[in-house]
């Protein structure tokens, strides 16, 4: 019997191992496009929704590998506030599908999307606060939690065995960075095409296109449509603009993506580490505006997938494991004679002569952080991964390009998929370089120079054990 003991211990390892690596897969998206009047989002004015383009959606992706349910989330929103994460997460918890704390939720950073916060700009200000409860907008943001859990509980009713592949390739010439060294001396932001003051852009790009498919199981030479794909690349989504509510490029992915995959397909768009990255090539003279432009960008972006899909490699599933860290993010002080000095330049815009829109920048900035009274903010970094191929990052809040591809270089994970805006919605996080260079972001961090490498600390440190424990 002794001898018995470890061909016993070895077969239950390999029975539990094997249970735990069946991926099952499950994915939903439900719309939250909301009422005509709505607050819009982006900028720093007032812009009232007057229609749809096209609708938003929430769309979750739940995985399971028979022990461990986690739910990857992407909302066609601007930011993802935190108290709007902790409600998600509650009625997530609350429908027992999974634990709460398994939810990553992140947005695409749409600028045609209602805010989705507490604090809205009004015709005579920048800050109403909470809106008035018999508002179109308090309505919608009452219905928005539910709305988005909905799209992880049916996302969970489809679970099925999928198999996993990966496809990793570029979309070069697509996404710039918008800061750039000028002929004074200076960082300059978004300079205007044709400028012959610009010299040279500030900072890289990342032009890695990743898409992780999921599939009913079959066999090489089949046809088969996709469940659901994860696709993630680097750069701002403002490029639809107007007062009509719009899912900008990554809803244009989704529907491109649908087109050969399947109408079925659900395509979760997971915005990279684009603070400092946009779609305007200066060096172009075109107009870049509009849903034309969205549909341009779309069909690049999707064909790169497509090319990239010849290449794509099976993936072993292992092991699905989640973890999250709360890091301490410092912020400056502001004295209440700053915090009545940005009041005043707000109220100048309605009032006197008006404020330049760095001063606008500085006075929401300085109002945004007064009511800390200079106490940190608790940054949540999360990581999902499968086996020791895959892995999302969380990261909350729009992270500078830099910061990313440190990153990856750090990841064991052949596929690091780094999302921002995730799980809370700090603003800008710059490099240190960057700050030191200023203008626009710099300007706008409500955070300290440093805090953005904290964050990837934090990560390559969670990563760096979730690998090691999957061997």
Known sequence: MKNLLPLLTAAFLFFTSSTRAELRAGAAQVVISPPDGVNLAGYYNFRGSDGVLDDIHSRALVLEDGATRAALVTLDLIGTPRELVEAVRAEVEKSGVLPGGHVMISATHAHTGPVPGRFLRTPDGPESGAPA?????????????????ASVTQAA??????????????????AFCRRFYMRDGKVGWNPGKLNPNTMTPAGPTDPQVQAIFFEAPHKPAE????????????????????TKISADYPGALARLMAGYHGKECITLYGNGTCGNLNHIDVAWDRQQKGAEEAHRIATLLTASVFRAEKKQRNLAAGALRVK???VPMDVPDVSPEQAEMARETVRRKTAGPPPTFMQLVHANRLLDLAPREGKPIDAEVQVITLGRDVAWIGLPGEVFVEL???????SPFPHTIITTLTNGNWGYLPDRRSYAEGAYEAESSRVEPGSGEKLVEAAARMLAELHAAAK
């Open 324 to 326: 999250s860290v709360m």
């Open 223 to 242: 046809r088969v449509d996709a469940l659901a794909i994860y696709a993630n690349f680097s750069m701002h989504p403002d490029t639809v603009g107007g």
């Open 157 to 174: 009713a489809k679970l099925a065995p999928v198999s996993l592949s990966g496809a990793s390739g570029e979309c070069p010439d697509l």
């Open 404 to 410: 990313g591809l440190a990153l990856k270089k750090q």
């Open 133 to 149: 409860p018999d508002s179109v907008h308090a309505k919608y943001l009452a219905t928005l939690p539910g709305l988005i859990a």
